[in-house]
């Protein structure tokens, strides 16, 4: 049991929040937040450099930047024309453009 208000959750057998006062829910309506699938990646740069992908990824690591390399296969990226493209949760975006450029990548 949830109390729709505070958000604390009950035990069975509640069904009134001790602190709001409000009557509990089973569960508390999905938050956009949640849904899977609601958070944008932006792609912020790209390179065919392993040495690079491996640097930026423990910089943006130490930040704590949610983002992903995709084709970062060191396989994938000896194949001609495949490179690793960083992608960055878009809220987060602005600020990995900020550090590739204090690092001169961008
Ligand atoms: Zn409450």
Do not use: H, W
């Not at 602190?19 to 949640?34: I, K, N, S, T, Y």
């Not at 040495?51 to 000896?78: H, R, W």
């Amino acid at each position: 049991m949830f109390c729709p208000k505070c958000k604390s959750e009950y035990r069975q057998g509640f069904y009134q929040c001790a602190d709001c006062g409000v009557e509990l829910v089973d569960r508390l309506p999905a938050e956009p937040a949640d849904e899977k699938g609601d958070e944008e990646f932006v792609e912020v740069f790209s390179t065919y450099n392993q040495g690079e992908v491996a640097f930026i990824k423990s910089v943006l690591e130490g930040e704590g930047v949610t983002y992903y390399f995709q084709g970062d296969n060191p396989v994938m990226l000896i194949a001609a024309g495949a490179y690793a493209r960083l992608l960055v949760k878009s809220d987060e975006a602005d600020r990995a453009r900020e550090i590739l450029r204090d690092l001169g990548f961008l």
